[in-house]
């Protein structure tokens, strides 16, 4: 069975930093892609980052020079880096294993002064 555990949300202030990580278990996470994704509220959820198996980074036009995607392959575990917040970027961010159709559980991201 496929689980996402996202963790690392909270709120942060303008400029601020956070990393989000995603725990995953239930398939060899070394051999699929995966990519965080957000929604805000009254918003479509939209993709933010995704990092392939050999590690191959896109993002988001909004994210990009703010935003690092990684992976640990021994830790079965993907992160989120992310800098220069800005309230725009509040939002419910999830972890997703496109292969497998699984989503994290979700965790919030709040930037406000």
């Known amino acids: 069975q496929v689980q996402l555990v996202e963790s690392g949300g909270g709120l942060v202030q303008p400029g601020g930093s956070l990393r989000l990580s995603c725990a995953a278990s239930g398939f060899r996470f070394s051999s699929y892609s995966m990519s965080w994704h957000r929604q805000a509220p009254g918003k479509e959820r939209e993709l933010v980052a995704s990092i392939s198996r050999p590690g191959s980074r896109n993002y988001a036009d909004s994210v990009k020079g703010r935003f690092t995607i990684s992976r640990d392959n021994y830790k079965n575990t993907v992160y989120l880096q992310m800098n220069n917040l800005k309230p725009e970027d509040t939002a419910v961010y999830y972890c997703?294993?496109?292969?497998?159709?699984?989503w994290g559980q979700g965790t919030q991201v709040t930037v406000s002064s």
């Open positions: 997703y294993a496109e292969s497998f159709g699984s």
